[in-house]
């Protein structure tokens, strides 16, 4: 084990965390510099031109590495934000000289939404050649992060321009799935043996439905997209998915221009659900196979076969859904490059319309991380794997069009939404790039709360369901306020442009 300690003003010291757990993972750091293996000191200046940052890494007494930098105010995040990442590219560039290693490939990037930073730079009208400099510049990031940052705000602009504040999107979270995967840290329960508490949950799930729904036309806003996701929300049988649907429909005042149901697990998916789903107006479907390699979904506690997937994708192409997305998995145990190949070969005879690239996230809730025996794939090796899928993938004529980023992936590296032109998903967009109001219903759900394209709040309802139901009446209430609120606020606005 390292010991650290690190010299540094207390404001400074969050924001090179994750920059030295790259570097010299499991560390810990100490308080008392003469027992610390590596010294950190760091000196900030902040100039009228700019920040400055000094910073010295010293191993023993005879060896020590400096690095001075000075950059330019950007202007464009906050003078605080502009100063912790000047502090996060000196350690970064300091790391790299000391370690003889570039580590990580977003250079001081940590954000889980990158390209919120990039969006801004483009409202401002800030040239491409311009944004490129200074994610090369001040960033460090690696040209084809650069690009792929480009890529996706190139097809968000007329989406992004086109939010409204009279608008919300839904999201709906059904907690249950036929079995747990080994790599999965959603709070999900097995079904099988939760057969009363599925029903209770789903009771309670549509009063906040409706309550939700009521207020949100009783204060003159529309529903733009509505997201059932989960957990697996096919696993509830055709009569609980009904009740649910017919509930949402019940209550919508307006088209909703997007309607998606993550069928996650195609072992969940009999003809009769997608018919069920096709009637009530779900428009886009996510069935995922994860990889294409049988043996990979019998390693990784998936309870289906890749020919179930193929039946079900067939089924649901049959009924004409507009958007079939599928999901997949980058780095799962015992796979490499020929098997993301192998997936991704057969994967595109399908024809999806999205393709959504997820790398393996090693969380702690996580079965599969338990595992002692379990090999992971290296840093490199999965650079390799997440470049060539999304070469093969924009080679079937998908672009990348919504990315975040999660902790704990291997290599630190990215998830990204694909789609053929025309097909992106809109919900996808407005809640990665927080642009547009996301009212979170349901066990773990989040609300994003916007107004003018500003997040002003993001709120949660409990992890756990039976809180969750206990909790009920006093979730709706808030969550009436908030609404009531923002119809205040759009209300106000428009007196203010009358006047
Ligand atoms: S289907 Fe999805 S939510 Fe359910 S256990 Fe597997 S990964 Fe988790």
């Not at 977003?106 to 200074?134: F, Q, Y």
């Not at 007329?158 to 079995?179: A, E, Q, R």
């Not at 509505?226 to 005042?253: A, E, S």
């Not at 991704?344 to 702690?364: Q, S, Y």
Request: glycine share 6%; hydrophobic share 35%; aromatic share 8%.
């Amino acid at each position: 084990m390292v010991f650290i300690h690190v010299d540094i003003d207390k404001k400074y010291r969050n924001t090179i965390n994750e920059l030295l757990h790259l570097y010299f993972p499991g560390h810990k750091q100490t308080g008392d510099e003469s027992a610390a293996d590596v010294v950190l000191c760091i000196k900030v200046k902040k100039n009228f031109d700019g920040p400055e940052v000094w910073a010295e890494l010293s191993g023993d007494r005879q060896h020590s590495e400096r690095n001075n930098i000075k950059l330019p105010w950007l202007g464009d995040t906050d003078p605080v934000n502009e100063t912790k990442r000047t502090v996060r590219l000196a350690i970064l560039q300091l790391l790299e000289t000391a370690v003889g290693e570039t580590k990580g490939y977003w250079g001081t990037l940590t954000s889980v939404r990158p390209t919120k930073i990039v969006n801004r730079m483009l409202d401002k009208g800030w040239a491409k050649k311009t944004i490129k400099a200074v994610l090369h510049d001040h960033y460090a990031l690696r040209y084809d992060k650069v690009q792929l940052l480009l890529d996706v705000t190139d097809s968000q602009r007329t989406i992004l321009k086109n939010s409204s504040n009279n608008c919300v999107n839904l999201y709906i979270g059904i907690p249950f799935c036929p079995s747990r995967c080994t790599y999965c840290s959603f709070p999900a329960v097995a079904v099988g043996s939760h057969a009363k508490l599925v029903e209770h949950y789903l009771t309670a799930l549509c009063e906040e439905v409706t309550s939700t729904l009521e207020a949100v036309q009783e204060h003159g806003l529309n529903v733009r997209t509505i997201y059932i996701g989960g957990g697996t929300p096919t696993v509830l049988n055709v009569g609980q998915l009904g009740r649910l649907l017919n509930t949402i429909d019940h209550h919508l005042n307006a088209d909703v221009k997007e309607y998606t149901v993550e069928a996650g697990r195609p072992d969940t998916l009999e003809e009769e659900k997608l018919k069920l789903l096709k009637s009530w107006g779900v428009d886009r479907i996510s069935i995922n196979p994860q990889t294409l390699s049988g043996e990979t979904l019998r390693k990784v506690g998936r309870l289906h076969t890749v020919d179930e997937f193929i039946k079900a994708y067939c089924s649901a192409r049959q009924l004409n859904f507009d958007i079939i997305n599928t999901d997949l998995i980058i780095g799962l145990p015992g796979e490499n490059i020929d098997t993301v190949k192998y997936t991704l070969d057969r994967l595109e005879d399908l024809h999806p319309d999205n393709i959504t690239v997820h790398t393996l996230a090693l969380k702690k809730a996580a079965k599969m991380r338990q595992s002692k025996e379990e090999q992971w794939v290296d840093d490199k090796e999965i650079d390799k794997m997440v470049s060539f899928a999304r070469r093969r993938i924009q080679e079937m004529g998908q672009q990348p069009y919504y990315m975040y980023r999660q902790k704990n992936t291997l290599g630190q590296l990215e998830n990204v939404g694909y789609s053929l032109p025309g097909k992106e998903s809109l919900y996808n967009i407005l809640m990665i790039e927080e642009r547009e109001t996301v009212i979170g219903l349901g066990v773990g759900s989040g609300s994003k709360w916007v107004f003018n394209q500003e997040l002003l709040d993001v709120t949660y309802n409990p992890k756990d369901i039976t809180i969750y139901m206990e909790r009920l009446p006093r979730l709706i209430r808030e969550k009436i306020d908030k609404i009531a609120f923002l119809g205040g606020m759009i209300n106000a606005d428009k007196e203010t442009q009358r006047h």
